[in-house]
């Protein structure tokens, strides 16, 4: 799957960018020209300059170096969320799918009664119960998403679950977890990947989001939605507080959802590569 996407010249382009942004997410730190907590009081507000590129924020602190920090808790929490979603919504999916009648109604019922509300208000009423942190909005981004992934699932695994080697394996005693490990989830690979790189954009933006209205990572953290927040209030004066955030979320974000639609096209084998 790896080599048949690297071989993709645009999917290649996006691989190495996501390569880079995941080698700043665990290296970024140890790069960081200063601390990202670390004040200078002499330097409030500073524009970008040599000393610091990205300038400073209202307390001091270098906006290049919470980037960098922020770029690993971005990271974090997309990924962590990613598979929160992964794991639960292919689970109820295929089993859903796969056993059918009174469990397949109750599970789709259930995911179509969270379906009626928007996932970032599903997240908003999470966060609210559990209480504002970056863990909090970590669950949940990852739990709101759980309907739609699951319903995805099971849409996958019913195209072939009528399938003739569905009905060999079940007419040779094949145990039901053989079945769908072996069978079910192989066949729907394509489409769960797929799937879970837009996932990831989208958690990033709802993670952003939870945190620039005061429901994530809590300051002095360095994320990207807190930066996004507390440069709000400065944004005329002090441009760069938001701009730089704002840019690295829209940068990551439409690389990723552009890599999910490259990979849509090539695992969907009616399309031409």
């Known amino acids: 799957m790896f080599w048949k996407v690297w071989n993709h010249k645009r999917a290649k382009y996006h691989l190495i960018f ?12 140890m790069i960081a020209p200063f601390d990202p907590n670390k004040p200078f009081y002499d330097a409030l507000l500073q524009a970008p300059g040599k000393e610091h590129l990205l300038g400073t924020d209202a307390l001091g602190r270098d906006v290049l170096s919470r980037l960098l920090y922020g770029t690993r808790v971005t990271l974090t929490v997309s990924i962590l969320a990613a598979g ?10 295929l089993i859903s799918a796969y056993v059918g009648g009174i469990v397949d109604n109750i599970l789709m019922r259930i995911m179509d009664i969270l379906l009626a509300l928007p996932s970032i208000i599903l997240a908003l009423a999470i966060v609210a119960v559990l209480g504002p942190s970056l863990t909090n909005a970590m669950i949940a981004v990852g739990v709101s998403s759980i309907p739609s992934f699951a319903r995805l699932t099971r849409s996958a695994a019913l195209t072939i679950k009528s399938s003739g080697y569905i009905e060999a394996s079940r007419s040779i005693g094949s145990s039901h977890s053989w079945i769908i490990m072996r069978q ?7 489409v769960l990947v797929v799937y879970t790189t837009l996932f990831i954009g989208g958690a990033i933006l709802d993670t952003a989001a ?26 005329y004066e002090a441009w760069w507080l938001a701009t730089f955030p704002g840019i690295a979320i829209t940068v990551v974000v439409f690389v990723i959802n552009d890599f999910g639609d490259v990979l849509r096209d090539i695992f969907d084998p009616k399309s031409v590569n």
Do not use: D
């Open 18 to 29: 996501l390569f880079l942004f995941l080698v700043m997410g665990i290296f970024g730190p």
């Open 184 to 190: 079910f989830l192989p066949n729907i690979t394509g």
């Open 84 to 93: 929160i979603t992964f794991v639960a919504g292919t689970l109820l999916g």
């Open 210 to 235: 939870l945190s620039f209205i005061g429901l994530g990572a809590q300051p002095p953290a360095p994320e990207w939605g807190t930066m996004l927040s507390e440069g709000k209030n400065y944004i």
